[in-house]
């Protein structure tokens, strides 16, 4: 199943604005893995995410995702292949009620109503949203809004799952219903966030990014552990791994 | 306080409406659109000085709130909030045309005056007939029947997006304009000065939010139309409907009622 595989190679990208976004980023995620990007702001994770899904096109290097390079003649597949969950999700929720919204994708991919209905039902069921099909996108609650966000591309079926920052703004319940529910899920899964007790949670290797680089690149626990690293990119250890405040002794 | 969030949570209110469960709630949208349409090309239809005419013609709004069981109060409110639209347009009528056309007890009613009138009973009308299609269906049915009626699809996408997206712009604006309150002391209204890069930076705001709702459209397939499932279907009862009111409406604009009862009336005590 090579078709869950995501490859980049050399990736430059400069704004059109002089600014740079990526100089020389390189890697592979092969089927099945769960990678956290990780970097202080502007290190280039979000520009990195619009590449994979072929919304920004690198100034040099190549994105590979399965079988395809990524070129603008299959860009349609690609977008069929990579389902990306967006960092805001009012950004995300276009139509007038959340079952509009999950059909919006699976009726543009020409399958039949039955189908959609199905498809509709399925999504919102995995993410426990059943319940709210009928709403309006603007009246539900920011939780909500991020489970019919995942919910709408899981309705295109992908093979692989990119978010920027998903559990940003959720409260620390919602958090962890959406932490659950992710380790769920089999797909490639890449994510951007700064929370990294949900990377060491979800994700087994992490990729640092820092000024357009990787900077690091290997297993999670370990990362997190090179304090260096993690100053240098403006990180800090995830809560668990840092001394309890209270009791003063070590968690990990 | 400021009101902007009070009034676009009012805009959602009509969506509440629209899940009310009247008869007139059940109808297909496409009937109440159509008969609403009807009922503003008769109104409009009306030469400059028409008044007396129009008045029957209350009887629309009066039936439709009544049967939908919707709020007199809060559409007046409603049309209210629009008003100045109208009376702008009809103000310099007076100034004019000061030609007396009609005496009422010895005072001479110029031309203007009547025209501003026929203007803001007009638009009293043809609003409020607006207003309770959508209360009664619900802004984005409205939509989906425009569609169905063959109205250009860009056209609907738009209003669509922008009944969409409204909710978050004025929730966007409110939190500007309080993130400024809080910090002038003066507590004046809002300076022209600072007025201006509030506005400027809302647009690029929305410029930027497009682009991204774009490209969220984009992942998920779109090429230009918007797929939407939904069946409408007209039965008898709608077709009576529109039927009915159209009747009626020719009626109404045929024969000038009032003045007919008038000299009925006349007619009677002579």
């Known amino acids: 199943m ?24 390189s890697f592979r995620i092969s089927h099945g893995e769960s990678v956290a990007l990780v970097g202080e702001n502007g290190a280039g994770k979000s520009t990195l995410l619009l590449h994979l899904n072929g919304y920004l096109a690198a100034t040099r290097g190549t994105v590979r995702i399965g079988d395809y390079p990524l070129t603008s003649k299959n860009l349609h597949a690609v977008r069929r292949a990579v389902g990306m969950v967006f960092q805001n999700s009012d950004d995300q929720l276009f139509m007038p009620t ?16 039955v ?33 019919v966000a995942i919910a709408t591309v899981l309705a295109m079926s992908p093979d692989i799952l990119v978010m920027d920052e998903p559990t ?18 089999r797909h ?8 990294l ?46 001394k309890c405040p209270v009791c003063s002794s070590r968690a990990d | 306080m400021n009101n902007i969030g009070r009034n676009s949570f009012d805009i959602g209110y009509m969506d509440t409406l629209a899940g009310g469960d009247s008869y007139l709630h059940r109808l297909d949208p496409r009937a109440k659109l159509i008969t609403a349409f009807l009922f503003i090309v008769a ?3 009306f030469g400059r ?28 409110k409603k049309v209210l909030v629009v008003s100045p639209f109208a009376i702008v347009i009809g103000i310099f009528n007076p100034l004019m045309d000061r030609e007396i056309v009609m005496q009422i007890g010895g005072i001479g009613i110029s031309g203007g005056w009547i025209s501003f009138a026929s203007i803001l009973l007009r638009f009293v009308l043809t609003v409020s007939a607006a207003l309770i299609v959508i209360a009664l269906t619900g802004f984005n049915t409205v939509c989906l029947a425009l569609t169905k009626l063959g109205v250009p699809r860009p056209f609907v996408v738009q209003l669509m997006f922008f009944y969409r997206y409204l909710f978050v712009l004025t929730d966007e604006a409110e939190r500007m304009v309080r993130a400024r309150s809080l910090r002038t002391f003066d507590a004046g209204a809002m300076r022209f000065k600072t007025f201006v890069p509030l506005i400027g930076h809302l647009l690029l705001r929305t410029l930027d939010r497009a682009e991204r709702i774009y490209l969220a459209m984009r992942c998920r397939g779109f090429d230009g139309r918007i797929p939407m499932i939904r069946s409408l279907r007209i039965h008898f009862r709608e077709v009576a409907f529109v039927t009915g009111w159209a009747v009626l409406f020719t009626v109404l604009r045929c024969y000038n009622i009032p003045l007919l009862l008038g000299s009925l009336v006349t007619e009677a005590f002579r």
């Open chain 1, 168 to 185: 940003a703004s959720l409260d620390p319940m919602s958090r962890s219903r959406l932490i659950e529910l992710l380790k769920t899920f």
């Open chain 1, 197 to 242: 007790d949900m990377a060491a949670d979800l994700c087994e290797r992490t990729i640092v990014l820092h000024q357009g680089k990787v900077t690091a690149d290997g297993p999670t626990i370990e990362l997190f552990r090179d304090e260096g690293l993690l100053h240098r990119s403006s990180l800090e250890k995830p809560l668990r791994m840092q």
């Open chain 1, 98 to 113: 959340v079952f509009d919204d999950v059909a919006f994708g699976p009726l543009n991919l020409g399958l039949s109503e």
């Open chain 2, 49 to 76: 000085y028409a008044v007396f005419a129009l008045i029957p013609f209350l009887v629309y709004p009066a039936v439709m709130i009544s049967l939908g069981g919707l709020p007199y109060g809060y559409l007046l």
């Open chain 1, 188 to 195: 490639t899964k890449i994510i951007a966030t700064h929370d």
């Open chain 2, 43 to 45: 109104v409009v239809s």
């Open chain 1, 115 to 147: 189908e959609v209905e199905l498809r509709v039902a399925q999504s919102l069921e995995t993410v426990g949203a059943g319940h709210l099909r009928k709403r309006p996108p603007y009246k539900l609650s920011q939780g909500e809004k991020r489970s």
């Open chain 1, 2 to 25: 090579s078709h869950h595989i995501v490859e980049a190679q050399d990736l430059h990208y400069t704004y059109p604005d002089g600014t740079r976004g990526l100089s020389g980023v």
